[in-house]
């Protein structure tokens, strides 16, 4: 099983970015998918989720109504808009795939690498 995620990149504050989360080895469309994000010296958190089917999303809330989690069954693939980056936005972003689509991490079964986005102000 492998997530690569991409994407990732440096913005200004205010603007925008779009992660990808490839999957291959797995049935996608059998897992959530969430996406956490881990800044320098701090713990990991969650940020989004999308369930297996797209028909339900979570959100954190320092990101709510500026991220959009989404997914593309057929192409194997999830996706977060980050709109309104701000600063404190800067982290390595990861992708995970799970029976469930929560913000507790231990219930992810697989992760990808991350890919780090800075947001200069």
């Known amino acids: 099983v492998q997530l690569q995620a991409s994407g990732g990149g440096l913005v200004q504050a205010g603007g925008s970015l779009r992660l990808s989360c490839a999957a291959s080895?797995?049935?996608?469309?059998?897992?959530?998918l969430g996406w956490f994000r881990q800044a320098a010296r701090s713990e990991r958190e969650f940020v989004a989720a999308v369930t297996w089917s797209g028909g339900s999303t979570y959100y954190a809330e320092p990101v709510k109504g500026r991220f959009t989690v989404s997914r593309d069954n057929a192409k194997s693939t999830a996706y977060l808009q980050m709109n309104n980056l701000k600063p404190e936005d800067t982290a390595v972003y990861f992708c995970a795939a799970g029976r469930l689509a929560v913000k507790d991490a231990s219930v992810y079964d697989y992760w990808g690498q991350g890919t780090l986005v800075t947001v200069s102000s």
């Open positions: 080895g797995l049935s996608f469309s059998d897992y959530g």
